[in-house]
């Protein structure tokens, strides 16, 4: 009897070994889960960016107010009869050689 029972024990276990580590096992499917997750999670963010872009170029496509912020901004332009200020900030004490005292003191 007990010879019978130790016998029904190791086909039930050999029974679930494919079911845990086979092909198609839990263990795999689990991890193709969490690849799923992770690609579905980057596919939104590359949406979200692409819609970015799409709106960015209908922008530029459609209105001058998209050229004008990008020349503004990144090379700098200004219109025609418009002044161009720039604050410049004096530099910060410990930036300064040591000994030096800053003008005006």
């Known amino acids: ?3 019978m029972t130790l016998a ?3 086909l039930l276990l050999l029974i679930q070994i ?3 580590i086979g092909k198609g096992g839990w263990l795999r499917t689990a991890e193709l889960e969490a690849q799923v997750g992770l690609a ?3 596919n939104t963010e590359l949406e979200a960016r692409n819609a970015k872009l799409n709106s960015e170029v209908h ?3 459609e209105g001058t107010g998209a050229v004008e912020e990008r020349a503004r901004f990144e090379l700098g332009m200004v219109k025609q009869n418009e002044i161009f200020v720039q604050i410049v900030r004096p530099p910060a004490p410990a930036t ?3 000994g030096a005292t800053p003008a005006g003191r």
Do not use: G
Request: aromatic share 6%; charged share 30%.
């Open 1 to 3: 009897m007990r010879l």
């Open 8 to 10: 029904l024990t190791a």
């Open 18 to 20: 494919p079911l845990w």
């Open 40 to 42: 579905q999670k980057k």
């Open 59 to 61: 922008d530029l496509k």
């Open 96 to 98: 300064l050689a040591a």
